[in-house]
């Protein structure tokens, strides 16, 4: 036997009070000396037995009385088939309605979707239940989303939150939404438990290889007071959907991911996205289908303010930025397309890759939407340590000249997205270093204790460095203070500075011997790496020497504190040139030369100026809002520059609901935080209370509306559906498990489910008697103690004593 | 510091005055040496007038002196002194159970008010009074004097005696009639909470040596009621290892029979002996139960 409110026990202490009471009036008994003891003594001699029978009686009644209630209350049931027999005892049923994105298919071309089959299943299950049944609505997504906040009596109720439910890109998590329903289950007060999912029975959200999922499911129905019955109805077999053999086997494209080829896109700058389409189908895709790109929402007007009409989605083939054919895709394989373009306008785009001319079973997968974020420049501080006597000995000339591209005249003058800002080392420490996406040390002997310091926090909150060492730096300040043993910013230590031999000119006489044959030069190194994805042909590379070095160490393959350093340059003999290291949040490259052409000619060549604008945009990465984020992965929104105090956010999300968002601080900058990122699609944030602006490009860079997106489980698209071997498994692991295969069969086994009787009608009329028992047994005794006395005391001159007890 | 003796608070004036016009007659003959009211076994002893007093209803208008009548045309009485030679010992009950008081006074001071008055009126009336105070043993015993003086002494045994002690009223009675020679008036002011036999065999031995009895009861009303409602101790007055606790409701009953019994024994047993048994509560006034038990008693002689 077993309490389906274990807590109300507690209430067994009630049992007490009698005899409490009784003791306290033991206790509280009043004091008289007295005279006629002998009467006394001769009264209690001819009744005491008969008093101390009727006062047991009476405690034990009072006592079994409030027994009787509480346990009544604590509602106990007699867990045994054989007593449930033919009982009538209530339910608890959780319908879980799946709400992944795979139930957007049709089982067939032209009927209902999965989704809506699911919805008229879960309503014909909330028509069969019982008066005292109770029922809750969970769409079960990548997170469980209750339609309704508890179980609920209410049938009208049920069907509205049904009306209400969403299809989302999601996928399902089926162990998470039996947890859900678990819980949910643990707050109701019938008997019966049961969980009734509805879904499309794709494998891919059962996540039947995540053992600690399952194993945490079991936990939770094992701890249940009454564990619940788990019924799936798999749609896929619904009635009048005929699946023949012919529509099983359908190519299904889907377009998995969508990829920036470089870290940074700015405007007018050519970008390109890598695309990747797979086919999940059994047959493969048939030809001529595009891949296009275009606005995922429509932007008129270009500037969307907080308060305006939300902007209506696109429409098919309007607005098409790109296309790209796509090739024939076999079955269960995919490709990799690159659409190439470039954005006009700065700010956030949202963005949608689409198959056209194309349609399958499940469209959902057939687009995908992301966020780019356009840059209108990127602010970097160069800090000039030999800014020389002439501009053409200044160490940054080179440099400066690369982030400024002259044009020939006639030409359209080029546009770098690098804005740099040239200062001395002398006034770092008057200078706004949070205002900036770099900072290059360019032959910087050493900087001051406090220059280090806020260098070091600023790298640490996301801000990227660039160290180029020269002549002028002081390497005992580089090693100890900017290194300090691995534990500084530097990825490496730096060696005396040590020319490199080169091959001598076949007519300067006698080769020295210990001059290598070839030429050493400075190349990517060949496992590459993401700075140079634009600069990495070899050809850029041709004849790059490098005359003098400081000796870098090479990075260690596994070190002991989690920082991996990669080499971003080398020299051809396999001395590395620059090293990479991430510093807490931001990252930092050091490189083995300066910037100008004092120790090598390579920063007049052409590929230079790509080398440093594509590392000024690989270190400026980390600053910047990630807008495409995983599920589950925190979204980290920044304050807009025209924020201020009365500066409000709030979110979105695909399933419509909305949150306020907070701000907090997050190293030198506010953000907002949003963590309830596990449905993909996009989430709208919409500021208000922004400071107006004259400037157009401001208010492009940063709208009011700023959509993120949460990336699609590419595992949704697949068709694999759950096997006899793994219902099997779950079915064990949860004590049981019923699969019907139409609507008709889960509704009758929601009826014959009935695991044991519940006692509290029994107890509530042993309760009602034992209170009879109590008002028969206290009125005897009350009438016999105070009724009046018919035969009093004759005592005196014809006087007769008697004492009226009320 | 209060001039008056404490002895005094037991004479009542109030009462007093009541019970002045009632005087004890000895019902039986009792041996003397005045003869007067009592009839005494001693003829031709002559009678001293002593005053005069103003009638009043109950006086036996033989007594009306028709001459002082004829000059101021009012009624009175002539009293006379040395009228008799009664004797007579009070015997006052001073164990623990007389201390119980309830809501009135407490038995004891109740019998010792009774106690005082019978002396002061009987020694007014020339009569020799004695005091016995006893609990389960006799305490003091003040042999009869007739001196107006004695008076003093009783009321100062009286007032300095204090309830204690186990009741034995059984052989109290016997001792005390052993000691008394000559017969006479024995007064019994007590609860009588002894066993009812041993009571009964006392009371049988003053009657076998022609002592006349008058057996004064006297209960506090709620042990004649018995009123408790609520959980209660009672502790013994007579022996303070003892006590009960219970629930008074449950006993009640039985308790009220248990004390009717009793005092319907007591009244026909004393009554088969002719022994004047006088039942009075503390909340009675005892000036009211007394002055009515004489008024009836000076009826009986006059027939």
Redesign the interface.
């Known amino acids: 036997m077993t309490f389906l409110a274990y807590g109300i026990l507690f209430g067994l202490a009630l049992a007490a009070i009698p005899v409490i009471i009784h003791l306290l009036?033991?206790r509280?008994?009043?004091?008289?000396?007295?005279?006629?003891?002998?009467?006394?003594?001769?009264?209690?001699a001819?009744?005491g037995r008969r008093?101390l029978i009727?006062e047991i009686l009476l405690l034990a009644v009072r006592t079994l009385l409030i027994v009787a209630l509480v346990l009544a209350a604590a509602r106990p049931l007699l867990v045994n088939r054989y007593f449930a027999r033919g009982g009538q005892a209530n339910q608890d049923v959780v319908i879980l309605l799946d709400g992944s994105m795979s139930m957007g298919a049709a089982p067939v071309v032209g009927q209902d979707t999965y989704f809506e089959a699911g919805r008229s299943a879960a309503r014909r299950a909330i028509e069969r239940l019982r008066p005292g049944d109770a029922v809750a609505v969970v769409l079960a997504a990548a997170a469980p989303h209750p339609l309704t906040q508890q179980l609920t009596y209410d049938r009208k109720a049920a069907n509205d939150a049904l009306d209400r439910a969403l299809l989302t890109d999601g996928t399902l998590d089926v162990p998470a939404a039996l947890e859900q329903a678990a819980k949910i289950l643990a707050q109701g007060r019938n008997p019966n438990k049961r969980i009734v999912l509805i879904s499309d029975g794709r494998s891919h959200g059962w996540r039947v290889n995540s053992e600690e999922a399952w194993q945490s499911v079991a936990r939770e129905f094992a701890d249940a007071k009454s564990p619940p019955l788990l019924t799936v109805l798999r749609l896929a077999a619904h009635e009048g959907a005929s699946e023949s053999a012919a529509e099983s086997r359908v190519a299904n494209l889907a377009v998995e991911q969508v990829r920036l080829t470089r870290p940074v896109v700015g405007t007018h700058m050519p970008i390109k996205l890598e695309v990747v389409v797979r086919n999940t189908g059994d047959n493969e895709c048939v030809p001529e289908v595009l891949l296009a790109l275009r606005p995922a929402l429509s932007r008129t007007p270009a500037v969307s303010e907080a308060g305006s009409p939300p902007p209506a989605p696109g429409k098919p083939g309007a607005d098409i930025i790109a296309t790209a054919a796509l090739p024939v895709i076999q079955a269960h394989q995919q490709a990799t397309v690159q659409i190439e373009t470039q954005f006009s306008e700065p700010g956030p785009h949202l963005l949608r890759v689409e198959l056209t001319n194309y349609s399958d079973r499940l469209d959902a997968d057939n687009r995908l939407d992301f966020a780019v974020g356009v840059l209108d420049s990127l602010p970097v501080l160069l800090v000039d340590g030999d800014p020389g006597d002439k501009p053409e000995n200044d160490e940054l000339f080179n440099l400066k000249a690369a982030f400024q591209p002259q044009s020939e005249p006639g030409e359209r003058q080029m546009e770098f997205l690098v804005r740099p800002t040239v200062i001395g080392p002398a006034i770092l420490g008057n200078t706004t270093l949070g205002d900036y996406q770099a900072i290059v040390l360019a032959n910087v002997d050493r900087l001051a204790d406090g220059d280090v310091a806020r260098l070091k926090e600023f790298v640490a909150n996301g801000g990227g460095l660039l160290v180029a060492p020269g002549d002028k730096a002081d390497l005992k300040f580089y090693n100890d203070v900017l290194y300090a043993d691995g534990q500084g910013l530097l990825p490496s230590a730096l060696a005396p500075a040590e020319a490199i031999r080169q091959p001598a000119p076949a007519a300067a006489g006698s080769p020295d011997p210990a001059a290598p044959k070839e030429a050493v030069t400075l190349m990517p190194p060949p496992t590459g790496h993401p700075a140079l994805i634009e600069c990495a042909a070899a050809t850029w590379w041709q004849n790059v020497r490098e005359n003098r070095h400081y000796p870098l160490t090479a990075p260690a393959d596994k070190p002991a504190d989690g920082r991996e350093t990669s080499v971003v340059l080398q020299l051809s003999d396999g001395r590395p040139f620059a090293l990479d290291r991430g510093f807490e949040q931001g990252r930092v490259v050091l490189m083995g030369g300066p910037l100008d052409t004092a120790w090598s000619p390579a920063p007049s060549r052409v590929v230079y100026v790509l080398l440093v604008n594509e590392l000024m945009h690989y270190l400026s990465a980390a600053r910047r809002a990630e807008l495409n984020v995983q599920p589950g992965q925190t979204m980290a929104i920044p304050l807009p520059q025209r924020a201020d105090s009365a500066t409000a956010a709030t979110i979105a999300t695909p399933g419509g609901e909305h949150f306020d968002l907070t701000r907090v601080r997050e190293g030198d900058r506010w953000v907002y935080r949003f963590d309830r990122t596990l449905d993909p699609g996009v989430y709208t944030v919409r500021y208000s209370g922004l400071t107006d602006v004259a400037d157009p490009t401001e208010k492009l860079c940063e709208p009011a509306v700023v959509h993120y997106t949460v990336v699609r489980d590419a595992g949704e698209s697949t068709m694999d559906l759950l096997d006899g071997t793994a219902r099997d498994e779950i079915g064990k692991m949860l004590g049981g498990a019923q699969f019907p295969a139409e609507t008709g069969e889960m509704l009758d086994t929601m009826s014959d489910y009935n695991p044991g009787r519940e006692l509290w009608r029994w107890l509530v009329a042993a309760a009602m008697a034992l209170l009879l028992l109590e008002i028969l047994l206290s009125g005897h005794?009350t009438r016999?103690?105070?009724g009046e006395?018919t035969?009093?005391?004759?005592?005196?001159?014809g006087?007769k004593?008697?004492?009226v007890?009320r | 510091m209060d001039p008056r003796p404490a002895y005094l608070d037991l004479l009542d004036p109030m009462a007093l005055a009541k019970l002045g016009r009632l005087e004890l007659i000895a019902r039986q003959v009792v041996e003397g040496f005045v003869s007067g009211r009592h009839k005494s076994p001693y003829k031709g002893f002559s009678v001293e007038f002593a005053e005069h007093r103003e009638y009043s209803p109950g006086d036996d208008i033989r007594d009306i002196d028709w001459r002082v009548y004829g000059k101021s045309d009012r009624y009175y009485i002539k009293q006379y002194e040395e009228e008799t030679n009664l004797r007579a010992n009070i015997l006052l009950d001073a164990s623990g159970s007389m201390a119980y008081a309830g809501k009135t006074v407490s038995k004891f001071r109740y019998a010792q008010m009774l106690a005082a008055s019978l002396a002061h009126l009987m020694l007014r009336q020339s009569d020799a009074v004695g005091l016995v105070t006893y609990d389960s043993t006799v305490r003091r015993y003040i042999p009869p004097r007739s001196r107006a003086s004695h008076l003093r002494a009783m009321l100062e045994e009286m007032s300095d005696t204090q309830p204690g002690g186990e009741t034995s009223l059984g052989g109290i009675f016997h001792d005390v009639a052993e000691r008394i020679f000559r017969r006479g008036l024995v007064v019994v002011i007590s609860d009588l909470f002894d066993d009812v036999d041993r009571l009964l065999g006392g009371l049988h031995h003053f009657r076998y040596k022609r002592h006349e009895v008058l057996l004064i009861h006297v209960m506090a009303p709620e042990e004649l009621t018995f009123p408790f409602t609520s959980w209660t101790q009672f502790r013994n007055l007579e022996r303070a290892d003892h006590r009960l606790q219970l629930d008074p409701r449950s006993v009640r009953d039985q308790y009220l029979q248990a004390v009717a019994s009793f005092v319907g024994q007591l009244r026909r047993e004393t009554g088969r002996m002719e022994i004047d048994y006088i039942q009075v509560d503390t909340a009675t006034p005892f000036d009211v139960a007394l002055s009515g038990y004489l008024g009836r008693r000076m009826a009986r002689k006059k027939k």
Not at chain 1, 34 to 42: H, P, S, Y
Not at chain 1, 791 to 797: H, K, L, R, T, Y
């Open positions: 009036n033991r509280k008994a009043r004091v008289i000396d007295w005279g006629a003891m002998r009467f006394l003594e001769f009264s209690l001819t009744r008093i009727e005794i016999s103690r105070h006395l035969g009093g005391v004759s005592f005196g001159e006087v004593h008697t004492h007890v």
